[in-house]
């Protein structure tokens, strides 16, 4: 297995692991998720764009995972001190590959990824019923920073 920076040529791929993702989400919250497609122009500049990639973990020219991270900073209120840090978007390792490390490697590329650029830290966010997900970034060192609470009217 080789992690790598997509190329506009794995688009088809990272469009098809999308789906699985929409569609987990969907599963793990109905109310909120239904099952969807990314947009291609998304994945595409995504790709393009200076301060953003979509690392992949590819096996035989095909891509079993991918996680798309982007530069970032902290929004100019007053109360907050700036930092430039890199926020993972989305992760996702295919069905039949998930428990074979793959996410942990794609999150170590990120950490590096990250450092390279001499960002402060990296973010992201998970759906609180992901446990699976949770339990592997907090092997990886990720800490609950914040909540995001609601309040459903009947």
Not at 1 to 30: C, D, R, W
């Amino acid at each position: 297995m080789e992690i790598k920076i997509a190329t506009l040529n794995e688009v088809q791929q990272i469009e098809i692991l999308y789906q699985e993702l929409f569609l987990g989400m969907s599963i793990l919250q109905p109310k909120y998720m239904q099952p969807g497609k990314q947009d291609v122009t998304f994945i595409r500049n995504s790709i393009n764009e200076n301060g953003s990639d979509i690392l992949i973990a590819e096996k035989d020219n095909q891509v079993l995972g991918f996680l798309l991270i982007k530069e970032t900073v902290t929004p100019p209120y007053s109360c907050l001190i700036e930092h430039k840090y890199a926020f993972i978007i989305d992760v996702i390792v295919g069905n039949q590959y998930q428990s074979q490390g793959i996410g942990s490697v794609l999150l170590l590329e990120a950490k590096k990824w990250a450092k390279n650029r001499n960002l402060d830290y990296l973010e992201l966010n998970v759906l609180s019923e992901n446990i699976g997900a949770i339990t592997l970034y907090e092997k990886q060192g990720f800490k609950d920073m914040s909540h995001t609470m609601r309040f459903e009217f009947e």
